[in-house]
């Protein structure tokens, strides 16, 4: 039974408060007001009587009782104070009979765990003892209560206040028991003593390790020691580790190293290829053969050319085909949304583009009116000469952009908007002052033309514009224009795409697309299904109905042949591990070159670690060395790692072993440009005492080829015999092997693409045409719009993965790397290593060649001038050709510069030089030279041709004094 106390008639009328009464499990203050109820206080929040000036105050944590009288006011905190503990004494005593059983437990767990004490481990644990972790807040009242807090609940309390405090705590000690007890061992694994992040790799064993190993950092040392190592430790027996790795020749080299170590030839080691083709074996009950068209990219090609030609035959389809060659061949740019005209020319330089009649359009709306005509049998004519003479000393002979010699019109097409704004790209003043002079000059010599414009080209396909136009044409002056069309039979259609070479990039774009499709987490439906908001968007799904009946096509010559590719080994995999087909005994997944990893991939490890509760990934990679995503490797799946497993731990492999610091320092600074890179610092066993990376600028490529590998040579005829890779952005970039290596004797030539050459080393590297071209580096060829639709998403800064892969070039070399470019054609790389001051060195040769990097073209202006071979004839020609046809000759005083033209002269870029040559008055663009001829010397325009051509100039001028020729 509680106790009641009245307050007084005085705290009364104070207060309001006349009596308090203490119940069980609380204590009321009944008043005027009512009746209000309070809980007691926790036994270690103080029960304190304070005095004021009229008032004794009763204070405890959520309440304060004021009081007239002294007596009254210590006769409550009494009676409170015994109540208090009447209540919590009971409480307590249980919670603390609780602490103890969680304290057993925890000592009898713990001595089962002798091992890294991994998250899922702890979070299993405490699943049980949730409900009694806030024991912890009642240490404080169980002292004061006289509970003696033994060794063994010590011992608990760190692990239920701070669960991952202790856990950490647990884990270092453990790794650091762990190193000391087998330093012999990981000193003697390998030739060399492992380095102190390799052992640590071993010993962490955390659910998700993720390695990030450098450019030589010793990531397969690393997989081998650690597999050894969790046998040696009792962790796992061989048979429950798997190993996997992307190639065949990355499996057998893991697989050599591990399987050599005795006790662990029962480990496996596995392409992921291989492990799904097995599961799908197994579950299947039979072996399944792989087809053909996976291992060998000509007979893909060939498949798909029969598959096409069979389709064919299906009306539908060959409608489609005709129109998505004729509409849709390439990916659509709007010159409106170009910034300036070299940065559309070079877009265009890197697609090439060219009208099924052969033509090389300078837009991609020329190209769709070409296309429209050819298709149509419309005759046209591509830029010809206008008949009538237009060209004056400022202004080239008159070449519309389409003429129709049967309808005796011609068309215009200009880049504007609705409200005639012009493209950002291209001079607004000069431009429609040109638009007028046309429409001027064909008034004047009554010529009829028909004008199209960008912005009908918006959502539409301008071949359509131009033929309703073309109609009303016809219609005016009472044609037909049907009369004038007559369809183009497939057939020829198809023969002239082969002639082209377009049919055989379209198989390409068809087969790639098969394989990174299947890779890819999409279904066919989906795609089919996006929203079309553009040209390309109406273009992905003209591909879409064509890729659906091939698609169809292939899948069934599969499932008749019992056949299957390399992504269905994989996909298959993931479902019938999902459905419980397959059971995984494997306690340890340890994957090689982690940063190569598509999603379809990943999702095989996912499924093999959820069929076990104690499986483990382990992954070895470099976020820095990520230079697959055109066959599906998505990079965040490195840099997000914790995003897509959980408890994750981290190791860097900091310590390289294959190049020195000089190397180490530009490739790390310019990898680490892009801020989504993984920060890492890379340290070096190797030293150098000079500038070993070296940029080598010459005019001719086969020169700065032979001048590096003559410095290459010249050193190891003192140092020894050295290994060099040739590598290259593209295998077209191959030089004549056979005679480098007769001339070199001293060297060991091989060369490859970077792709290839990734998980190799040299002596030393050069890396050929760091230039800025389409098949340069950075590369400016961009995969097809189609194809990204089913990549992962393309990381925002730019050039990344190109990036990436000049790390790995030169990242391959023990010693040295050369860098080859040409004047004027310097990589966005190249630049960038010059204009950031990185350790690098920059060999030009006889001249200082910064005027040349730096002359613009004088044609259009935004071009600069580069160096060009013809057969015997050297010369400077625009970088926005064949766009800009603008050419310079080579100084012949100086024999290096271009000769640069201005109104009244052809002038030597060299400051040293200078050297000039009179502009032709006739054409304005010619060089006036000295000629002889029967009736003596004269001076001739550099342009006159023979033949007469449409930009032969035939200014002559008789001379006397021939000093006048030059200055």
């Not at 860097?652 to 610092?681: E, H, M, P, W």
């Not at 730096?854 to 600069?864: F, M, S």
Request: proline share 3%.
């Amino acid at each position: 039974m509680g106790k009641t106390i009245n307050t007084g008639v005085f705290v009364f009328f104070l207060t309001g408060v006349s009596k308090i009464s203490f119940k069980k499990d609380h204590f009321q203050l009944k008043g005027i007001l009512g009746k209000r109820t309070l809980k007691y206080p926790s036994i270690s929040s103080p029960i304190t009587l304070k005095k004021n000036l009229w008032f004794r105050s009763i204070e405890s944590d959520g309440f304060s009782l004021n009081f007239l009288r002294p007596t009254i006011a210590k006769q409550i905190a009494t009676v409170l104070e015994e109540h208090r503990t009447d209540y919590w004494r009971p409480i307590l005593c249980h919670k603390f009979t609780l602490l103890q059983d969680t304290a057993k437990r925890f000592a009898l767990w713990l001595c089962e765990q002798k091992r890294y004490m991994r998250k899922s481990y702890l979070e299993l644990f405490l699943a049980d003892s949730d409900a009694r972790r806030d024991l912890v807040r009642y240490e404080e009242d169980f002292a004061l209560l006289g509970f003696k807090i033994n060794e063994e609940i010590g011992e608990s309390l760190p692990l239920l206040k701070d669960p991952e405090a202790w856990r950490s705590d647990w884990n270092h000690r453990w790794c650091h028991t762990q190193l000391a007890k087998n330093r012999d061992w990981f000193d003697g694994l390998e030739k060399h003593p492992m380095t102190e992040a390799q052992r640590n790799a071993c010993v962490v064993d955390e659910d998700a390790v993720l390695v990030l190993a450098g450019a030589g950092t010793g990531k397969t040392s690393t997989m081998k020691a650690k597999t050894a190592y969790l046998v040696r430790a009792g962790l796992a027996r061989p048979e429950e580790i798997l190993l996997l790795a992307f190639g065949k020749d990355a499996r057998d080299e893991l697989a050599e190293r591990v399987h050599t170590i005795p006790g662990l030839e029962r480990v496996e080691v596995s392409t992921f290829h291989a492990m799904g083709k097995r599961i799908v074996d197994l579950v299947r009950g039979k072996r399944t053969d792989v087809t053909v068209l996976a291992t060998d990219d000509q007979q893909m090609t060939k498949f798909i050319d029969k598959s096409i030609e069979t389709l064919r035959a299906d009306k539908d389809f060959q409608d489609n085909l005709t129109k998505y060659f004729g509409d849709y061949l390439y990916p659509f740019a709007n010159i409106l949304d170009f910034h300036n005209k070299r940065e559309y020319f070079e877009y265009l330089r890197v697609h090439n583009i060219r009208a099924l009649g052969g033509e090389l359009v300078k837009s991609f709306e020329e190209l769709q009116i070409a296309n429209h005509l050819y298709l149509n049998g419309i005759k046209y004519e591509y830029e010809p000469k206008y008949p009538h003479d237009t060209a004056t000393r400022d202004k080239r002979p008159y070449h519309p952009d389409f003429y129709l010699p049967e309808l005796d019109v011609y068309v215009e097409h200009f880049g504007v908007d609705e409200e005639g704004n012009i493209a950002r790209c291209i001079d607004a003043q000069a431009y429609r002052e040109g638009m007028a002079w046309k429409r001027q000059t064909h008034q004047a010599f009554g010529t009829y033309m028909i004008e199209t414009y960008s912005y009908e080209a918006k959502g539409v396909l301008l071949g359509e514009v131009l033929e309703d136009k073309l109609a009303n044409f016809c219609s005016k002056r009472g044609l037909s224009l049907d009369r004038f069309k007559h369809k183009v039979l497939p057939v020829e259609i198809f023969k002239q795409l082969r002639k082209l070479g377009q049919w055989s990039v379209f198989s390409k774009l068809m087969s790639d697309f098969i394989n990174v499709f299947k890779g890819s987490p999409y279904e066919l439906e989906q795609l089919e299904a996006l929203p079309i908001e553009s040209l390309n968007d109406l273009r992905f799904q003209a591909f879409l109905r064509l890729f659906r009946k091939v698609y169809e096509h292939y899948e069934s010559v599969l499932r008749a042949n019992e056949t299957m590719d390399f992504n269905d080994m994989i996909r298959e995999a993931v479902r019938h591990v999902k459905a419980g087909n397959y059971l995984s005994l494997y306690k340890y997944i340890m994957v090689d070159e982690f940063q190569d990893i598509a999603p379809l991939r990943a999702d095989l490890v996912k499924v093999l670690l959820a069929q076990q509760s104690d499986c483990a990934l382990f992954c070895v990679g470099d976020d820095w060395q990520t230079i697959y995503r055109f066959a599906g490797s998505d990079v965040t799946l490195t840099t997000e790692f914790s995003r897509h497993f959980s408890a994750v731990k981290q190791v860097v492999l900091d310590k390289t072993f294959r190049f020195n610091d000089k190397i180490c320092g530009v490739a790390s600074r310019f990898i680490q440009s892009n801020q989504s890179q993984i920060r890492k610092q890379i340290e070096t066993i190797e030293h150098s005492t000079q500038t070993e990376v070296h940029v080598v600028i010459r005019m001719d490529r086969n020169t700065a080829l032979e001048e590096a590998l003559s410095a290459i040579d010249r050193q190891a005829k003192i140092g020894g015999r050295a290994s060099v890779f040739l590598l290259a952005r593209f295998n077209h970039s191959r030089p004549d092997m056979l005679g480098l290596k007769q001339r070199y004797q001293n060297i060991d030539l091989t060369f490859m693409s970077v792709h290839k050459a990734k998980g190799s080393q040299a002596d030393c590297v050069v890396v050929l045409d760091v230039i800025k071209d389409r098949f340069g580096f950075p590369s400016l060829v961009k995969n097809d719009p189609i194809i990204e639709k089913v990549l992962p998403t393309a990381e925002r800064f730019r050039y990344a993965e190109e990036r990436r892969l000049f790390y790995v070039a030169m990242t391959r070399a023990r010693r040295t790397v050369y860098l080859l470019t040409e004047p004027n054609k310097e990589s966005l790389f190249i630049k960038e290593l010059k204009q950031d001051d990185y350790d690098v060195s920059f060999d030009r040769g006889e001249l200082d060649r910064e005027v040349i990097e730096t002359v613009h073209c004088p044609g259009c202006l935004e071009g600069l001038l580069e160096l060009a071979v013809s057969g015997e004839r050297r010369y400077y020609r625009c970088s926005l050709g064949p766009y800009c046809k603008e050419t310079a000759a080579i100084c012949p005083k100086c024999g290096i510069a271009p000769l640069v033209r201005d109104a009244e002269l052809h002038v030597c870029a060299n400051p040293d030089c200078r050297y000039s040559e009179l502009v032709c008055p006739k054409c304005g663009r010619g060089r006036l030279l000295k000629r002889k001829g029967p009736y003596g010397c004269f001076l001739g325009c550099s342009l006159y041709k023979k033949d007469g051509g449409a930009m032969s100039c035939d200014y002559t001028k008789r001379i006397e004094n021939t000093d006048v020729m030059s200055r």
